[in-house]
């Protein structure tokens, strides 16, 4: 199965600002990266899946992709209590035990790397009983990240050294077992 994955567009938030699940909005740059995906992409696909994010469910809309499933499993990582708030300002005592182990630490009322990789990790198995041959998955640079420790077996504690770019473009050949026969990057 040819597996293409993109994350959103550039959104329009400072860098300081902490968001997984908060709605954010998206640059003016959008419909330019809209064009520069319509033309890297197919112009069939067996299944779109989609995270909910109102940021992933706006390209779907862009794109004009039909029958799109919009599915939890592929949001990004829900920084509770911390959501679209400065970094600097939060506890910086919770902040550091966090940044200290943020595999198995949880902001509050969030949730942790470990459960961002498991609803990745059942979506990724699920997919692989699915009989389709091209399959697309707009979603988040954490989710992203997660899905290269799920397929090339990259230890969590490592994923952050991997760069996701926004509008950035990644297709993998899936298969139905745990092995893959390819992974690329396209810009």
Known sequence: ????????????????????HFDVPLATTFSNEVIQ??????KEFDAVYSSPSHRCKKLASALELQNVIFDSSIKEMNFGNWENKKWKDLDQTELNHWMAD???????????LIELFERVEIFFDNLRLRQHKKVLIITHAGVIRCIWSYLLKIPLENIFKIPVGYNELFIC?????SSIDMIKRIK
């Open 1 to 20: 199965m040819e597996v293409y994955i993109i994350r959103h567009t550039k959104v329009a938030v400072d860098k300081d600002i902490c968001y997984g």
């Open 102 to 112: 943020f595999i198995n630490v949880k902001a509050p009322n969030g949730e942790n």
């Open 173 to 177: 050949e899936l298969s139905k077992n």
């Open 37 to 42: 995906l319509a033309n890297a992409l197919p």
